[in-house]
């Protein structure tokens, strides 16, 4: 039994910040990375960002020289800070895990979402 938690959505106007964070609890051994995801209006869920369990990150073209992943190793926690926002930034926002368990077992966990709105 896993749960992930978003928080820190909201609107803001273009160009403003908003930091993410995404809270990972239960019966959990590990967690080999974490992600973000979103999706906006009328599209399919796109990947944003990863943070392996190394801390290695990797972003996708839309997220490059804004957004910025990072992870409370202690916590399990993953926060997602993004600066210079647009209003194509605008989805609900979606943290993912691959966990392991006590059984030496991995599966992929999924939040809730969290909605960030970007006006013009």
């Known amino acids: 039994q896993v749960q992930l938690v978003e928080s820190g959505g909201g609107l803001v106007q273009a160009g403003g910040s908003l930091r993410l964070s995404c809270a990972a609890s239960?019966?959990?051994?590990?967690?080999?990375?974490m992600g973000w995801y979103r999706r906006a209006p009328g599209k399919r869920r796109e990947w944003v960002a990863t943070?392996?369990?190394?801390?290695?990150?990797n972003y996708a073209d839309s997220a490059k020289g804004r957004f910025t992943i990072s992870r409370d190793y202690a916590k399990n926690t993953v926060y997602l800070q993004m600066n210079s926002l647009k209003p194509e930034d605008t989805a609900v926002y979606y943290c993912?895990?691959?966990?392991?368990?006590?059984?030496?077992?991995?599966?992929?966990?999924w939040g809730q979402g969290t909605q960030v709105t970007v006006s013009s």
């Open positions: 993912n895990a691959d966990v392991k368990t006590f059984m030496n077992e991995n599966f992929s966990s």
């Open positions: 239960g019966r959990i051994f590990g967690i080999n990375s």
């Open positions: 943070i392996a369990s190394g801390g290695s990150t």
